[in-house]
């Protein structure tokens, strides 16, 4: 891919996750073409991402429930709960390259 700008910096969108360029620079007015860098390489990164779905965990009250939030190595620990613990719970993870977000349902059922 050949890109050209009048600019003197350059943002290279819609690149592949995960995959390996090379990148050079030439510089050329209307006298002709100046000396090209050397060529660098780089290996793009992957967006932020959660490994649990979004969905419903129901649980007997007063036990303890880990709503899992796989963001790494993270996890939601509630201890002994109650039926006010019902409700939405969010995960989310964000890095450079983007963000992601799992919303878990938790029913706590009665006595």
């Known amino acids: 891919m050949n ?7 350059l943002e290279l969108d819609g690149l ?6 090379s990148i050079q620079v030439l510089a050329f007015t209307n006298a002709g073409d100046g000396v090209r860098s050397e060529q660098i ?3 793009t990164k992957e967006d932020a991402r959660i490994l649990t779905f979004n969905g419903t965990v129901t649980t007997p009250w007063m036990k303890d429930i880990v709503l899992p939030c ?3 190595n993270g996890s939601f620990i509630i201890r002994t709960v109650k039926a006010e ?3 939405n719970y969010s995960c989310v ?5 983007g963000s ?11 006595k």
Do not use: C, H, P
């Open 93 to 97: 993870a964000s890095n450079n390259w």
């Open 16 to 21: 592949e996750k995960y995959t390996n360029y």
């Open 70 to 72: 796989k963001a790494g």
């Open 100 to 110: 992601d977000e799992v919303t878990l349902n938790l029913q706590v059922q009665g």
């Open 3 to 9: 890109v050209t700008t009048g600019q003197a910096s």
């Open 41 to 43: 390489y780089v290996r």
């Open 85 to 87: 613990d019902s409700g």
